[in-house]
């Protein structure tokens, strides 16, 4: 069962071939450069570059999984794939309509299975990607079978920052999430106000590790308040500008203060997502044998950190992608979902596609519009 996975969901072309969990391929685009310099991802220039790329993405993964292949370009569709998979939200709208019109055009072309996804189900079920037979490396990814459920996912991303309890595959719930920024957002907020550039979560974990957490005092957000189960980052981005113009407008930033302003920052943002995170297990609300954790901000060896020793202090232990390409917005993941959606039969024939539309708030414990 090959499956062709497209994402367009955000500043990110991602096509994929999987098999089953199994990654034939993954091919990224990334528009970050081009959105950089207006400090975050501009929709009407993510949907032009994705149109220009998206060809050509699709043909370096198919090419990419089937280089033995005497076809070219889409042809190669024709005889090795089973069914075309795409993102149709969360994500931003006009971005999204690419990928969806493309893998439109191809299920009708070429009269494969549509299979449509949700966005943060892919990042929850990016641990259970597998790396082609091809690949040596230490950790092949999840098997399925040794995944006792329910297990509780963790998205931590640019747009996501949820906590998911997954009853089993294809029954989720949304137990915490933010109530303003998401995670990643908030880290991208404070690596611009250190002129790290955009996205900058990657550069102000490198500078956290030469500073000091403890250097600065900043609010750590719904403190005593965990019960309530939502996360908040948009007070302590507020207190951040504060602290930055208080420290800047007596000197000049050295290198030192820089590390431990994005080591301080760093610290408190993960330590407010680790204490709702703890509250919850120890609540015993939701019963869970393991932590699923996706999303680009989880690539964060510190937030790894402290995300296991909450787990073991729970008895839990916590489960990440093979490699950390996965957290990052990719269609591998999309891929995977889609195989265990098209194990649920949640998928369309060509002929039932003029319904399906982008959803870009969808949530992944609501179906799709098409299907209540
Ligand atoms: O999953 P992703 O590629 O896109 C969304 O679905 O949003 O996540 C991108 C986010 C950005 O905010 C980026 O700064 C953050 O993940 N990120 C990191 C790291 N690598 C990427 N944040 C902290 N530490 C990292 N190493
Ligand atoms: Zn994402």
């Not at 991602?14 to 207006?38: C, D, F, P, R, Y």
């Not at 076809?71 to 969806?100: C, S």
Request: aromatic fraction near 8%.
């Amino acid at each position: 069962m090959k499956i062709l996975a497209i994402d367009t969901s955000c500043d990110e072309t991602a096509v994929a071939v999987t098999e089953g969990t199994k990654i034939l391929s993954n091919i990224v685009w990334s528009q970050a450069s081009l959105h950089a310099k207006w400090g975050g991802v501009v929709p009407s220039i993510a949907k032009r570059e994705h149109e220009e790329r998206i060809n050509w993405v699709i043909e370096k993964a198919l090419k990419k999984a089937f280089p033995k292949s005497h076809f070219i370009g889409h042809q190669l569709l024709v005889t090795n794939i089973d069914a075309v998979a795409v993102t149709v939200g969360p994500g931003l709208a006009i971005a999204l309509e690419v990928g969806i019109k493309k893998a439109k055009e191809l299920s009708i072309k070429f009269n494969k299975p549509f299979i449509p996804v949700n966005h943060v189900e892919g990042h929850l079920l990016s641990p259970l990607a597998r790396p082609g037979i091809s690949k040596q490396i230490n950790n092949s990814g999840l098997n399925i079978k040794n995944l006792d459920f329910p297990v509780l996912g963790v998205v931590t991303s640019g747009g996501h920052t949820e906590v998911v309890w997954i009853k089993t595959l294809g029954d989720y719930k949304i137990i915490a999430q933010t109530s303003d920024d998401a995670l990643g957002e908030s880290l991208d907020k404070a690596a611009r106000l250190l002129d790290f550039g955009y996205p900058g979560g990657e550069i102000l974990e490198i500078n956290a590790r030469q500073g000091n957490p403890y250097a600065f005092d900043l609010p750590i957000p719904m403190l005593g308040r965990e019960k309530e189960m939502y996360f908040s980052y948009s007070g302590l981005k507020a207190a951040f500008v504060r602290l930055v113009k208080e420290v800047s407008s007596k000197k000049d930033l050295t290198p030192k203060d820089i590390s431990n302003l994005a080591a301080s920052y760093q610290h408190v943002a993960f330590t407010h997502f680790i204490r709702v995170l703890d509250y919850l297990l120890k609540s015993n609300k939701y019963s869970t044998k393991n932590i699923l954790a996706g999303g680009g901000v989880m690539a964060n060896g510190t937030l790894r950190k402290m995300l296991r020793q909450v787990a073991k202090k729970n008895n839990l232990k916590v489960l990440v992608p093979y490699s950390k390409r996965l957290n990052t917005d990719n269609a591998a993941m999309i891929g995977v979902a889609a195989y265990f959606r098209f194990k649920r039969k949640e998928i369309l024939k060509p002929k039932e596609l003029a319904k399906v539309d982008r959803i870009p708030r969808a949530k992944v414990d609501e179906p799709f519009a098409w299907e209540r």
